[in-house]
């Protein structure tokens, strides 16, 4: 049984979305969880808010308005676009690793992120969550460390982080 890497996957809830509505900050967590996992970071961390396809949509929804559309469909959408353009559509970041890599996803409209790490270099898992709990001010978070092996199968651990407490649970499987 050779060990070949750790893999963490989060999703959690924050009480603030200013920290997973703005690049910075998540440019800086990329650094700061490569810097307490002894990881090697190969580029400094990428960082970018989702475009939402907005060219081909902006120019949808012109035309209709030059053509005098009037539908709340098209306020909507025209809606939509306008908060796309601003800070309202969530960052993902990437950090490659000489070890691998860590890659997040936000949300903010639903105070909501997504998070996966994985190293062939091991690592503490508590030490990355405690860090993105802290970071991000979670309430709520699922999260899952995985051990994986050549030639056996994962182990596998599940947590509910809620009311500032780790709680150990069953992995779900379905």
């Not at 440019?27 to 396809?53: C, G, H, K, S, W």
């Not at 030490?127 to 596998?156: H, M, N, Q």
Request: net charge negative.
């Amino acid at each position: 049984m050779e060990f070949v890497g750790r893999h963490i996957m989060m999703d959690a809830v924050v009480t603030d979305i200013t920290r997973i509505n703005t690049i910075q900050p998540i440019y800086d967590y990329m650094e700061e969880i490569a810097r307490q996992l002894d990881m090697t970071l190969v580029y400094p961390p990428i960082v970018a808010r989702f475009p939402f396809a907005q060219s081909e949509l902006e120019q949808f929804v012109k035309k209709l308005s030059e053509e005098n559309v009037k539908s709340v469909t098209l306020d909507f959408m025209e809606e939509t676009l306008k908060r796309r353009a601003t800070e309202d559509s969530g960052v993902s970041g990437v950090s490659i690793w000489l070890e691998s890599h860590c890659t997040i996803h936000t949300w903010p409209e639903e105070k909501f992120f997504s998070l996966d790490a994985y190293s062939c270099k091991d690592f503490d898992p508590m030490v990355a969550l405690k860090l993105t709990i802290k970071w991000f001010k979670v309430e709520y978070a699922s999260f899952v460390d995985v051990e994986r092996y050549i030639g056996a199968p994962c182990k596998i651990k599940a947590y509910e982080y809620k009311n500032g407490e780790l709680i150990p649970c069953q992995p779900s499987v379905k």
